[in-house]
């Protein structure tokens, strides 16, 4: 187990650098804060879908079908502010009463407007999902929110981000029905903002190991080995690297690079999806594959100074 609710990543880097402080007989690093950058303005990834308008002699014309209900309901002051989950599944409700009127309809006249409409509707429905996607709150909040770290547990919502994503990508290629399940999983998402917190944390993981890294170089005098002989120091700080990035900084830096590659496959799909802007897109690429470079590197590069350390001091694996 990666560490308790009680304990987080950022707890324990800032003990590790108050012991390591404190053995050296240094001020304690201040360490960095850290936050996401925002998310891409509303304004800026909103589709312009025009409004269909219907005649109302054509209107009348449809009461044979559930589509006439489906109108009306659109023409209500609730029914014009729609959030962009409830404007999906409306959308795709009205897709499919149009298929179903045209069933029902003798007059060729009406039944061609519906095949029009029907056209129009399904040509609109890829904006309406890319709506969806870069404009729900929930998406934003799972992305953006700067409110927490991942622990390492089950309680990171992994299995439920997971599920929650992949529905969400499939949900137009697909053509599935959304209805109840659609708001389900945007809740899953709001629960469990999982994209945010790893990006949080790899945010802050990399930023405070390179202050720290650069901190121990220039503490470097006071820990070298003379003859290939440690010093007293170098003993404690080795307990101190043990007890804190080893066995607490190390397993939880593991989990998130698990899941930074359970998710990114999704991430992924999202950046090569021809529907969503570049701007969204741009925002994932830079958290999940850039950050993450920067984080790697930040753990490499911290691990490289204990490594030649220890090897300088003649330290095996065994005896740390």
């Given at each position: 187990?990666?560490?308790?609710?009680?304990?987080?990543?950022?707890?324990h880097?800032?003990e590790?650098?108050?012991?390591m402080?404190?053995?050296l007989?240094?001020?304690?690093?201040?360490?960095l804060?850290?936050?996401?950058p925002?998310?891409p303005?509303?304004?800026?990834?909103?589709?312009?879908?025009?409004?269909?308008?219907i005649k109302?002699s054509?209107?009348?014309?449809?009461?044979?079908?559930e589509?006439?209900s489906?109108v009306?309901?659109?023409?209500?002051?609730l029914?014009r502010?729609?959030?962009?989950?409830?404007?999906?599944?409306?959308?795709?409700?009205?897709?499919?009463?149009?298929q179903?009127?045209l069933?029902?309809?003798?007059?060729?006249?009406?039944?061609?407007?519906l095949?029009?409409?029907?056209?129009?509707?399904?040509?609109?429905?890829?904006k309406v999902?890319t709506?969806?996607?870069?404009?729900?709150?929930e998406?934003?909040h799972?992305f953006s929110?700067?409110?927490?770290?991942i622990?390492?547990?089950?309680?990171?919502?992994?299995?439920?981000?997971?599920?929650?994503?992949?529905?969400?990508?499939?949900?137009?290629?697909?053509?599935?029905?959304?209805?109840i399940?659609?708001?389900?999983?945007?809740?899953?998402?709001l629960?469990?903002?999982?994209?945010?917190?790893m990006?949080?944390?790899q945010?802050l993981?990399g930023?405070?190991?390179n202050?720290?890294t650069?901190?121990?170089?220039?503490?470097?005098?006071?820990?070298?080995?003379?003859?290939?002989?440690?010093?007293e120091?170098?003993?404690?700080l080795?307990?101190?690297?043990?007890?804190?990035?080893?066995?607490?900084?190390?397993?939880i830096?593991g989990?998130?690079?698990?899941?930074h590659?359970?998710?990114?496959?999704?991430?992924?799909?999202?950046?090569?999806?021809?529907?969503?802007s570049?701007?969204f897109?741009?925002?994932?690429?830079?958290?999940?594959?850039?950050?993450?470079?920067?984080y790697?590197?930040?753990?490499?590069?911290?691990l490289r100074?204990?490594?030649?350390?220890f090897?300088?001091c003649?330290?095996?694996p065994?005896?740390i």
């Open positions: 187990m990666a560490c308790s609710k009680a304990d987080t990543i950022d707890d880097l800032n590790y650098a108050k012991r402080a404190n053995i007989e240094s001020e304690p690093q201040q360490l804060q850290v936050s996401l925002p998310y303005k509303i304004t800026s990834l909103q589709q312009n879908i025009p409004n269909t308008l109302l054509d209107f009348y014309g449809l009461k044979h079908c589509l006439y489906l009306a309901q659109r023409n209500t002051v029914g502010i729609h959030l962009p989950s409830t404007r999906y599944i409306y959308e795709t409700e009205l897709i499919n009463a149009l179903a009127c069933t029902k309809t003798k007059d060729t006249q009406l039944h061609s407007k095949t029009n409409w029907l056209t129009l509707k399904e040509k609109q429905r890829p999902w709506n969806l996607i870069q404009t729900s709150h998406i934003k799972s929110t700067n409110t927490g770290l622990y390492g547990t089950p309680s990171d919502g992994l299995n439920e981000t997971k599920t929650a994503l992949n529905y969400l990508i499939k949900l137009l290629a697909n053509n599935l029905n959304p209805n399940k659609l708001e389900s999983q945007l809740k899953q998402l629960d469990n903002p999982l994209p945010a917190r990006w949080f944390t945010l993981i930023e405070q190991l202050q720290l650069n901190w121990l170089k220039n503490q470097a005098p006071q820990i070298q080995c003379n003859s290939g002989k440690r010093n120091k170098l003993d404690y080795t307990n101190v690297f043990r007890l804190f990035f080893i066995d607490k900084i190390q397993p830096a989990q998130l690079n698990y899941y590659y359970q998710l990114t496959p999704m991430f992924e799909e999202l950046i090569n999806h021809p529907h969503l570049q701007t897109k741009e925002y994932i690429h830079t958290q999940n594959t850039l950050e993450f470079e920067e790697s590197n930040a753990m490499t590069e911290h100074f204990w490594q030649e350390l090897k300088n003649n330290i095996s065994q005896q």
